[in-house]
């Protein structure tokens, strides 16, 4: 919000990815991301290896924690989800 802001008081119009792709919703993205499992952990560690054709090298920057940062299933969660795959799910 307060980037669109600023580009509204300097006379410029804000555009969505100005306003939605910033460094502190990447590192709120991040944060959640890295407490997730499965699919969506996964897309945000295929976003962190994006070249510069999707995210800004900024964003892409501060995804990359996704790949060594991303918080271990507590062990108690790891046994059910390993006791329900070996049961046959």
């Known amino acids: 919000?307060?980037?669109?802001?600023?580009h509204l008081a300097a006379g410029k119009r804000p555009g969505?990815?100005?306003?939605?792709l910033t460094p502190s919703n990447a590192l709120r993205l991040t944060e959640?991301?890295?407490?997730?499992?499965g699919a969506a952990l996964k897309l945000g560690q295929?976003?962190?290896?994006?070249?510069?054709?999707v995210l800004s090298p900024q964003?892409?920057?501060i995804l990359v924690s996704l790949l060594d940062?991303?918080?271990?299933?507590?062990p108690k969660q790891l046994?059910?989800?390993?006791?329900?795959e070996w049961r046959g799910g």
């Open 1 to 6: 919000m307060a980037g669109g802001l600023r």
């Open 16 to 20: 969505l990815p100005n306003l939605l």
């Open 32 to 37: 959640g991301l890295s407490h997730m499992r």
């Open 46 to 53: 295929m976003l962190s290896m994006d070249t510069g054709r």
């Open 59 to 61: 964003l892409t920057s």
């Open 69 to 74: 940062d991303a918080k271990h299933m507590p």
């Open 79 to 84: 046994q059910a989800v390993l006791n329900e």
